[in-house]
């Protein structure tokens, strides 16, 4: 079974820095986009970065120039560290990859983590 598991969440005093993990287990034919999305209690979930197998990147407005998002190059392994951290960044933030299952699937499946807390105080 192919799972993705986020670790790092945790309290985060204003202007502190967050990082966050995202491992993929079990094999997939190919992965494409990986990134990570943050939702608010009561809100949509909202995109925070994203890296390509390319390696290009694709972040928020609300967090340019305070994010970088990394990949191994296995691409089993992404890895988002978001600094300057402000009170409007308390969510949960859930790890997203785009695989394809097998050679054969019929296109890219989005698979989801569990979902990991980062809390900023006011």
């Known amino acids: 079974q192919v799972r993705l598991v986020e670790s790092g969440g945790g309290f985060v005093q204003p202007g502190g820095s967050l990082r966050l993990s995202c491992a993929r287990s079990?094999?997939?034919?190919?992965?494409?986009?990986m990134g990570w999305y943050r939702q608010v209690q009561g809100k949509e979930r909202d995109l925070v970065a994203t890296?390509?197998?390319?390696?290009?990147?694709i972040s928020a407005d609300s967090v340019k120039g305070r994010v970088t998002i990394s990949r191994d190059n296995a691409k089993t392994t992404v890895t988002l560290q978001l600094n300057h951290l402000k009170p409007e960044g308390t969510a949960v933030y859930y790890c997203?990859?785009?695989?394809?299952?097998?050679?054969?699937?019929?296109?890219?499946?989005?698979?989801w983590g569990q979902g990991t807390p980062g809390a900023v105080p006011s």
């Open positions: 997203m990859t785009g695989i394809q299952y097998y050679k054969f699937s019929s296109g890219y499946v989005e698979l």
């Open positions: 079990g094999s997939v034919f190919s992965v494409k986009r």
């Open positions: 890296i390509t197998p390319r390696g290009d990147t």
